[in-house]
Structures are given as C-alpha cells and as structure tokens.
C-alpha cells in the first residue's frame, strides 16, 4: 500500500529568538526539516507534502523539488492540515503527519505506525511516549481497558489530568481519506482559541472508528525542538545516534563525543577519527584513513589509506594514501592523486596534483596543473591572479621547484626541470632546464664587524 507524508513547519517558534524559521535552524548542516522529510521518505512515505507560513520563502527554499502547501495564517495543527487538503489531492492509503521541529523521528517508526494501522485497519494511529516531566505537552488519556479515547493538551487540562505522564509526541498516521472526511469537523472552542490536530482523535472514535497507538521507547525520539537549549540536545542525540552507526560498522572514534558526522557522509572502514573531526556535507572517506584530530572535511573524498591531521578540506578530491597537514587548507577543485604529500601552512584551490608528488610546508598552489613526481620547495607561490583574472601554472614530470620560487601564471615549467630557490619565474622553461633568476649576491669581508665597532658595542 501507497503511503504519503506531511510535515508541519508552519510555526513561528518564538522560544528561538531567531529571525531565522525555527525549522530552517540546523544540526551538522543540515536543516531540521531536511531530517523530517528524509526520515519520511526512509520510512516509506513515497510522497510528501511540508506545510510552509512563517518565513515560507526561507523554507521552501531549503527544500528544492518537495511539494509545499502555504498556511498563511497559524490557526493550529489541525489547521495547517486543511491547509495541504489539495495539495494532498488523491491520496489514499496511509497519511503520516509529522513535525518538523522533532529532527530526531526515525524511519522504523514511521514504517511502524504505517504498519500497525494498516493490519489493524484504524482511521488513526498516535505515535505516544511516556515522559518523566510531560509539562507542555498533550496528554494521551485513556479509558479503564486502556484504549485511547484522546488527547488533551497541557493549557486545557482538568487538574486531575496532570500527573498523567504518557504524551502526544506530536506524529500521527492516518487513513487520508477518512481524515479528511472529518477534519472540517474540528472546532477551535479551547484554551489557545485554535483548531487542534489531536482533537481528530475524539471526531473518528464517535464516528465508531478505530484509533490505535504506538508507544515510542527510544528516548529523544520524540524531542521537538522549540529552544536552542533543546537545539543542542538534538544535536547531541543526533551525534550519538550517528556515531554509534559508523562504531558498529568498523569505524574508530578516539572520544566520540568530539566527533560530528553528517547524516549522509559515507565512511569505510578500519578509519579511525581523532577528537574535533568534523565530516560534513557530501563526504565519502575510504578504508584505513586517519583522520583529525582538528579536521574539517566538507564536501570531499579521501582515497584508502590516507591521513589528514589539523586540516581543512572543502570541495577536494584525494587518491589512496595521501597525507596532509598539519595546517594544510585544500579548497574547492583540489585533486590530489595516489602518495602525494601536503604539508605544514600549504593552501591549495583548483588545481590537480599528480602521483607522488610533495609539497611539504609553506606554499599556495592555485589554478595550477602539476605532473607526477614533482617536489615544490618551501615557500612556493604560484602567482595566479593579475589582478584582473586569474591564470594557470602547469609543472611538468619530476620538475624539482626550489624553494621560494614565485610562479608568475600564466607560465609552464617542462618535466624534469629545476628552478633556482627564490626565482621569480615569468617566461616558460622547456624540459630538463634549470631556471634561475636572481640579483648577484654582494659580500663586503668585515662589514658586519666594522658595524659593531662604529656603534661601541663590539662584545665579541
Ligand atoms: C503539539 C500537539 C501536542 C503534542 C506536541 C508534541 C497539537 C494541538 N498539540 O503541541 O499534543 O504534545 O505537539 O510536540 O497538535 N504548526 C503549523 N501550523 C500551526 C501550528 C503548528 O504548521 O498553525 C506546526 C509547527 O510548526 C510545529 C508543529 O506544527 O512543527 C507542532 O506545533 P506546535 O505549536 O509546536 O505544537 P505544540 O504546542 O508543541
Ligand atoms: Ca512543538
């Protein structure tokens, strides 16, 4: 059986004192309700829907090709789902309503509130958990058999409904046709003067329906987020949840709890990660590398076998056991190929690097092409912006670049060829050449001491 989703990211989220949409607030990069929509898909929902109103624009755009109904106005939960009844046009089958500040909702459990309403053929399924502290929350009440009979949310509570401490967690899995037979139904006569989603429970039972319910056990499962206090519980349950996945799956982790992985970063294994390792984005590190500690990799992938260590690498691209750092800054278009080495300060942006190849502390490799083999001497720059636009430097096989040499792009230096340390290098130089460009050193015998004398102070 077909079954859709839809996601509720209409609210404000006042408790964030943000101008940002509470949903658009992130953990490892990622938007809350990107969290939400993925579970959704994971767990079987083919088609979603997100509900979008305060700070719509914002939200859409974080949601490139997802289908979104507008809420123009926050009339409440039940509200924002007759918002979606179109764009909701011919569902049938299973409808899970979700939240889109609860990031932490895992897709077994949405498959499970699917399937549980599916074998037990229930108009609505509430997904409930149990609380120590359920203050804020709409509690679950049920009847003396223990069935479900509604939801009552905390601002209309009868005193002796308080202590009850079973929750709504805010997730719901309906028949689509039958909730949308009723939901004009719903009333807005309650203590927030607005139309409660939880208040379908009480319409499809006098209409003799059944409401089942699941009760989650995963702790934090259920966690919205209205706070930045709760932003960073999130963050720390999703970090947790994260982790513990790549330790299962072969992955060594020195001090979990300073290690941040992105959902989506692809690891292999025999990979140990040093504390304050950040792998962000669409990231995907190979068997038997090393990574950290102090490293930052976005967007990037690390070929087996290669070590990274207090590093930053965006956009990058590296072949099997490669090292960098310490302090090596590889940004976007960076190549490296199989055994090269780049070490201490050295920054490099679009450029390919070839097998082998070293560049081992000091230098800045921009927008240049370098063979296999070559060693770039401390200190190199390849001067690749006039200014106006910037230009290449290609480095042939085996070229030995001595240090401090300055490449004036555009400019070829030919396989197998040496440049003098501190050259400025402007013109090509063919294969097997030497190049040097320098003033012709001066020695004046006994300057240095005639200096010392002249000021009083000769000491030695
Ligand atoms: C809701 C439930 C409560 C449950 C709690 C779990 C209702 C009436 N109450 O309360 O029983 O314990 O979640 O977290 O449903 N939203 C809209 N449009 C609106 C109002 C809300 O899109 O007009 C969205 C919000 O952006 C949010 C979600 O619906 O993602 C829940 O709304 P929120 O105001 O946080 O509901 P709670 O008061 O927490
Ligand atoms: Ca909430």
Redesign the pocket.
């Known amino acids: 059986m077909s079954a859709a989703a839809l996601v509720?990211?209409?609210?404000?989220?006042t408790r964030m004192k943000s101008s940002l949409p509470?949903?658009a607030h992130e953990i490892l990069g990622v938007p809350l309700v990107r969290f939400v929509v993925d579970a959704a898909r994971a767990g079987g929902c083919d088609r979603v829907v997100v509900?979008t109103?305060?700070g719509a624009e914002t939200v859409e755009a974080l949601l490139p090709g997802e289908a979104t109904a507008r809420?123009e106005e926050?009339?409440?939960?039940?509200?924002?789902v007759m918002c979606a009844e179109s764009a909701l046009a011919g569902a049938s089958g299973s409808l899970v309503v979700l939240?889109?500040?609860?990031p932490l909702i895992r897709p077994e459990t949405i498959a499970r509130l699917i399937e549980v309403r599916e074998a037990g053929h229930a108009a609505a399924v509430v997904l409930t958990t149990l609380l120590d502290d359920p203050a804020?929350?709409?509690r679950i009440v049920r009847d003396d058999a223990g069935t479900l009979i509604g939801?009552v949310?905390?601002k209309d509570l009868l005193p002796e409904q308080r202590p009850i401490r079973e929750?709504?967690?805010?997730t719901y899995c309906f028949d689509a046709e039958v909730l949308f037979e009723h939901l004009h139904r719903l009333q807005n006569d309650n203590a927030q003067g607005?139309f409660?989603?939880?208040d379908m429970v009480r319409v499809l039972r006098s209409e003799g329906l059944v409401v089942a319910d699941v009760v989650s056990e995963e702790p934090g499962e259920?966690l919205?987020v209205?706070s930045r206090v709760q932003l960073a519980e999130a963050a720390c349950i999703m970090q947790r949840r994260i982790n513990r996945e790549h330790m299962l799956a072969g992955v060594t982790m020195t001090d979990p709890e300073l290690v941040w992985i992105a959902p989506g970063v692809r690891l292999g294994r025999d990979i140990v990660l040093e504390p304050m390792t950040f792998l962000l984005g669409d990231t995907e590190v190979r068997d038997g590398c090393h990574i950290g500690p102090d490293s930052r990799i976005t967007d990037s992938r690390i070929g087996e076998g290669s070590a990274i260590g207090s590093s930053v690498v965006a956009g990058a691209d590296l072949g099997r056991e490669v090292a960098v750092g310490p302090f090596a800054s590889l940004f976007p278009g960076t190549v490296l190929a199989s055994h090269t080495v780049v070490g201490a300060c050295v920054e490099i942006r679009n450029s390919i690097v070839g097998e082998g190849s070293t560049i081992p502390s000091l230098s800045y490799i921009g927008d240049a092409t370098l063979g296999a083999g070559v060693n770039v001497g401390a200190g190199t720059i390849t001067c690749n912006d006039d200014g106006v636009r910037t230009h290449r430097t290609v480095i042939g096989d085996g070229a030995f670049i001595g240090s401090d040499t300055m490449l004036v792009a555009p400019v070829t230096i030919g396989a197998g060829s040496v440049t003098g340390a501190g050259s400025t290098i402007s013109t090509d130089v063919p294969d097997d050449a030497l190049a040097v460009e320098r003033a012709e050193q001066r020695t004046v015998e006994g300057w240095a001491a005639w200096r010392r004398a002249a000021r009083g102070n000769d000491e030695t």
Do not use: R
């Open positions: 509720l990211a209409a609210g404000e989220g509470k949903v509900v109103g305060h809420q926050q009339l409440g939960t039940g509200h924002a939240s889109g500040d609860s804020g929350y709409g939801i949310e905390d929750i709504n967690t805010g607005e409660y989603l939880t259920t919205g209205n």
